[in-house]
């Protein structure tokens, strides 16, 4: 493979005369243990949306963090007043023709490792096994103190039983299962504890100005190591969780290629080639042979 040429290549697949299907044909075809790293925009055809846009700025106000989340009930009561409502679009959400092209290739055997970004579980949903889940997963719920993880459905069983006059007030779904609200009447919102030790219970997915886990980071790392090129579908790659494999690829000497709308952090030559289509309609081209 020569990554200047493909990067070079135009293709008609291409809205905008830029690099298109055919030259992610070619760069799947060159290796035999690609490393995949997925963001928010894998998932925007399954209706959930994404945090960006085009220019990589944020779309909607910027996600709670952890730190307000720790140290304010109110933060968390507003968290899961608007989860209440946003969790069922994560939990109706189906698996989108990115998500399966992704499985697909899994199963073709090219693909060695997945790493997404994404909390909505759709990969293993589409069929993936071979899959990290950086930031956690929003179908388990955490307890701040003991550690206990439950699944969600009881949880939201419980916080829908505990606020049933809630529901009417929620509206505008954010990316990450939380939904606007209306804060006048968030002091009377209950949420449920632990009930093992009493304790602050919190999605299991990592927050904003929360470290993802050391061990989960390492393991997605060694499997890079042992990859022979990296694919980013759907991320600005603007958070350095998602942008240090880039970096890392690019240490290891592996040719990078993203398929993503609009800009990403690496845009400034950390890529050998950027194809700007949506992902699902690219993907299934792609790796059907191109069209």
Sequence with gaps: MTPTALALATDP???????GTRDLVAFLAASHRLFVLTGAGCSTESGIP???DLDGGWKHRRPVTYQRFVGSPAVRRRYWAGSLAGWERIAAAAPNDAHRALADLERGGSMHWLVTQNVDGLHQRAGSSRVTDLHGRLDKVLCIACRTRYPRAPFQAALASANPAFRGLLAGARPDGDAEVDGEALADFVVPECVRCGGTLKPDVVFFGEAVPPRRVDEALARLAEADAMLV???????????????????????????????????????????????????????????
Excluded: Q
């Design 233 to 291: 579908v759907g991320s600005s790659l603007m958070v350095w969780s998602g942008y240090r494999f880039v970096l890392r690829a690019r240490e290891l000497g592996l040719p990078v290629a993203a398929l993503n709308l609009g800009r990403t952090r690496a845009d400034g030559g950390e890529l050998d080639l950027k194809v700007e289509l949506p992902c699902g309609r690219a993907l299934t081209a792609a790796i059907g042979g191109g069209s």
């Design 13 to 19: 697949s291409s809205s905008h005369g830029g690099p």
């Design 50 to 52: 994404d945090y960006r």
